[in-house]
């Protein structure tokens, strides 16, 4: 799908791809609030891919570290959402992602969720 000038089939990873063609359909049948949550979980989700790549592919040591506190706080509560949090949190502890993405990664979290954060979503 191409977009302005963004082509999804630029997106390396198939589901990711998938993902985030859900979200510009939903964008763009003005589903904004529907599509800031896909894009998030689709963020996080591209980012735990990125994650086990660099693990299981290059043996890097950060990256499998994220993973495994992670899975363990995973298994610990299932329910808590938190790890969405570690995640962003690690790769940046961790220097895989700059801060830049990092607190673009943040603020499109607190768009996620405008009346935990304070904030008003805006389009």
Sequence with gaps: MIVGTFDTNAIVS?????YFEEVLANYMDGHNRSAIVLLYSTVV????QKLKDLSDNFNDSSAASILTDVATKKAYNPTDPSWENDVIKGVLKKSIVSTEVALKVEQLQQQRHPLNSGQNVRF
């Design 14 to 18: 198939p589901s990711i791809q998938e």
């Design 45 to 48: 989700t591209d980012l735990m």
